[in-house]
């Protein structure tokens, strides 16, 4: 078991531009989440799939952030027209149903 | 919703104890604790269940106070590799919403 995986660690991209991240969980683990985290705060919940529904999405997500996870194993972020305020470190973490998170080690984005 | 971590901040000399407070508004179903080291993911500690109970990993306990809706973490005879920051995460309801994280407290351990 290699963890949580998240590909690329760290995107630089241009205002406008669309990003799409991914992450590879847990085999074992059928829940998946991303988070968001930005500096001296606590990781921040954009979404969550159990096996390959999307259960929840945070009411504070733009509507340019949209992700999937086809055939409930790994997952993709998108976000369309990036903005700046969009700079972050996106964590993604897997679970089996309710027990403790597992991290991966994060994607940092740097829009400019 | 956001979970309140208290204190914000702790300094403490190795050997030392450290009390880490996390309260909730909302009746909790659980509570996550979380430590992060800079620059790295968060790292699952422990988590304790509503029924109000105790764990222990190693020096570092915590517990869980289902009528004030708070969560205590107890860290012992500190050492250098505890310093980071710890999260507290709480899931509310049945159990199937996902965690909401405080703010952190930020504890360094000096020689």
């Known amino acids: 078991d290699t963890g949580v995986s998240q590909d690329p660690r760290h995107k630089i991209t241009k205002r406008g531009q669309n990003v799409t991240f991914r992450c590879d969980p847990i085999s074992e683990h059928n829940r998946l989440y991303w988070y968001r985290q930005t500096l001296g705060q606590g990781p921040e919940f954009l979404t969550y799939?159990?096996?390959?529904?999307?259960?929840?999405k945070s009411r504070l997500l733009s509507d340019r952030f949209s992700a999937e996870r086809p055939k409930g194993s790994f997952s993709t972020l998108e976000i369309q027209r990036t903005e700046q305020g969009d700079s972050a470190m996106y964590l993604c973490?897997?679970?089996?149903?309710?027990?403790?998170?597992?991290f991966g080690s994060g994607t940092r984005l740097t829009v400019v | 919703q956001q979970p309140v971590q208290s204190p914000q901040a702790v300094i403490l000399r190795e050997g030392e104890d450290a009390v880490i407070n996390c309260s909730s508004s909302?009746?909790?179903?659980?509570v996550h604790w979380y430590r992060q080291k800079h620059g790295e993911a968060p790292v699952f500690l422990m988590i304790l269940l509503k029924g109000g109970e105790q764990k222990g990993h190693d020096k570092i306990s915590a517990s869980f106070n289902e009528k004030k809706q708070q969560s205590s973490l107890y860290l012992t005879a500190s050492q250098l590799s505890y310093s980071g920051t710890y999260f507290c995460?709480?899931?509310?309801?049945?159990?199937?919403?996902?965690?909401?994280f405080g703010k952190g407290t930020r504890l360094s351990v000096i020689a």
């Open positions: 799939f159990q096996n390959e529904a999307q259960l929840e």
């Open positions: 995460g709480t899931v509310v309801g049945s159990g199937n919403t996902p965690l909401v």
């Open positions: 909302k009746a909790l179903y659980s």
């Open positions: 973490a897997s679970s089996f149903d309710i027990n403790g998170y597992t």
